[in-house]
Every structure is written in C-alpha cells, then in structure tokens.
C-alpha cells in the first residue's frame, strides 16, 4: 500500500482510557510529524521524527507520547485525555524535512475524548 | 511568531464561477505550499512554489508567488463541485519549519 495510512480512523475514549494511534508510510521518507487540526486554527505540529530520532516537541503535554519505532511507522499514545483534546489528528511523512518537498499526510483520527 | 492569514475564509459559489482565495504573511518565505483537504481526509499537496515571482498552472488551478514571497494567491478557473474544499497554505523558512494558514472554505455548488 502506497501513502501514508491511520488508524483507527475514529475513535471515541474517555478521560481515563489507554489509546494509541498508528501512523505508517511506505513512500521511503525520513520524516513523519503529528500534527493537530482544531476548528478555525492552523495546523499545529506537536512532534517530528527525523531519521527515527524526536528532533522537536512543541510543548505538547504529557499525556500525548509519542513513539518511532522505525522511519516507516509511527505511534502517538494518548492517556488521561481532556475534552479540549478532541481534534483530527493528522501524521504526516516528508523526504529530509525540507518544506520544499511538501508534506504527504494520512486521512487523520478524528478523536472525541467524553 | 508567523501566521499566515487566508482570505476570505468562508466561499460559496455556483460551478462555472472564477474565484482567487489570499494567503499573505509579513514573513518572508523559502517556500510556499498549497493543499486541498477535502471532508474526513487529510491535506493533499497541489503545489510548491520556491521563486519570487513564480506562476504555476494545473489544470484550472493557478498558483502565484509574491515577488517578496510574502504572499500568494490561488485562481480557479469555471469552478466545478469536485473543487469544493479547504485549501490551505503552507510557508517553509527552513529545516522543518512550516507554518499553515487557517484555510479558505470553498463550496462550489451545481
């Protein structure tokens, strides 16, 4: 399969729940980032895997972790989560990092935390 | 901080109509990116523009560069329904460094 793939595409947990999303790609990128997508704001980029190794984390709380366990997957594990979390949640892969390549990104997790 | 401001952000329009949808910033940009996002998917990439200046075409879609790379427009020419979506820009400053616009909302009816 070609692209960059998500799972699971919804999910609904509550605020004492365990989860994680999965992220994967196959194009032979180096780069793969979490993004988040709220209503009426920009894209805001919570984490950036360079060569498997986190090279930023935007002041993401805690209960967000992500995991790169190789440069073709890609985790974000979610525990004690609040409401104000629920968003679409976009990975994304890229070659090297450079922005002029632009980014390819996956259908996205529309997560609701209750 | 940078922003990129996208305007108008709300378009409703009737297929066949032309339209041009603003992203403008006070950043000067390595690089700008332009995505369409259609509902329940993620962002798909159209265009990279890197030059001041620079014009590209697909399709019906025209994307231009400011000459200061500043700014950037996106024209659409006789809008069909399959055009309906957020677009979204996107300006490059360097290694890993990308700054989304809001999106313009884009509805084009039949």
């Known amino acids: 399969e070609t692209g960059v793939t998500q799972t699971p595409r919804h999910l609904v947990m509550g605020m004492t729940n365990k989860k994680s999303l999965k992220c994967e790609q196959h194009?032979?990128?180096?780069?793969m980032y979490w993004y988040k997508q709220s209503a009426k704001k920009p894209l805001e980029l919570m984490f950036v895997y360079s060569l498997e190794e986190r090279v930023e984390n935007n002041s993401v709380p805690s209960r967000f972790s992500p995991e790169c366990p190789n440069s073709s997957h890609l985790f974000l594990h979610l525990h004690t989560l609040q409401p104000e979390d629920s968003a679409l949640y976009l990975c994304a892969s890229s070659h090297q990092g450079d922005p002029i390549y632009g980014y390819t990104f996956g259908s996205g997790t529309r997560l609701t935390v209750v | 901080t940078q922003l990129l401001e996208q305007s108008p952000q709300f378009l409703s329009i009737q297929e066949g109509e032309n339209l041009t949808v603003y992203c403008n910033s006070s950043?000067?940009?390595?690089?700008l990116q332009w995505y369409r996002q259609e509902p329940g998917e993620g962002p798909v990439l159209l265009v990279t523009v890197v030059t001041g200046g620079e014009v590209k075409k697909l399709k019906r879609l025209t994307f231009q560069f400011g000459d200061a790379r500043k700014d950037s427009s996106l024209h659409i020419t006789a809008a069909q329904p399959g055009d309906t979506g957020l677009y979204l820009c996107?300006?490059?400053?360097?290694?890993?460094?990308?700054?989304f616009g809001i999106g313009t909302k884009l509805q084009v009816i039949p």
């Open positions: 950043s000067v940009f390595s690089s």
């Open positions: 996107a300006g490059g400053t360097g290694y890993q460094k990308v700054t």
């Open positions: 194009l032979g990128h180096n780069a």
